[in-house]
């Protein structure tokens, strides 16, 4: 009879409190990157056409494609080369809540791999990364995208080696939004 009874307990419980919860949203969650800085780099998301000058001079040109996925808590790019070197890399951008900033992870065909940190600030997206030089000294790289429009960006990777003073331009990238043929 206690068993009963016990089983009976937990049958008037459910109805008591998980049936109305369920029916009028009590136990709601988040919805997934629910602050409105998850989607800072959704600018970036979509099929791109990349020019950008060797150091002889040329035009080079690659292509990128950025999506969104994981319910739109993470950015994932896949860039490759198209006249080069068959250079492929892909990347994984996520805004951290707890830290409040974005994080990005980076690796590539030749071995690359590289994390970054940093922050959407007055129209620009910034991650930067430190790193020793040959000699031991830290360097600081950092990528901006700048520029930032429906159909075009500006990327630029840079070093600073006496630690963000001053900025030594080191790749710039133009991006424009791929057409579709």
């Known amino acids: 009879m206690?068993?009963?009874s016990t089983n009976k307990f937990i049958i008037i419980l459910y109805f008591i409190l998980i049936i109305p919860s369920i029916i009028f949203g009590q136990n709601k969650k988040e919805p997934p990157?629910?602050?409105?800085?998850?989607?800072?780099?959704?600018?970036?998301?979509?099929?791109?056409?990349?020019?950008?000058?060797?150091?002889?001079?040329k035009t080079a040109y690659?292509?990128?494609?950025?999506?969104?996925?994981?319910?739109?808590?993470?950015?994932h790019e896949n860039y490759t080369t198209i006249d080069a070197y068959p250079f492929v890399g892909k990347s994984y951008s996520v805004y951290?809540?707890?830290?409040?900033?974005?994080?990005?992870?980076?690796v590539d065909n030749s071995g690359g791999y590289m994390t970054f940190t940093g922050e959407f600030k007055n129209g620009k997206m910034m991650l930067s990364r430190n790193v020793h030089g040959k000699d031991g000294k830290q360097i600081i790289q950092r990528m901006v995208f700048y520029n930032i429009s429906k159909d075009k960006i500006d990327w630029d990777w840079e070093m600073s080696k006496d630690k963000g003073k001053t900025w030594n331009l080191k790749w710039r990238i133009y991006y424009k939004r791929h057409k579709k043929s």
């Open 62 to 75: 690659d292509k990128n494609e950025i999506k969104s996925f994981l319910d739109g808590c993470v950015i």
């Open 2 to 4: 206690k068993f009963f």
């Open 96 to 106: 951290n809540i707890s830290k409040k900033q974005w994080e990005q992870t980076w």
């Open 33 to 57: 990157c629910s602050v409105k800085e998850a989607y800072q780099f959704d600018f970036w998301i979509g099929k791109w056409d990349l020019h950008w000058t060797t150091k002889s001079g």
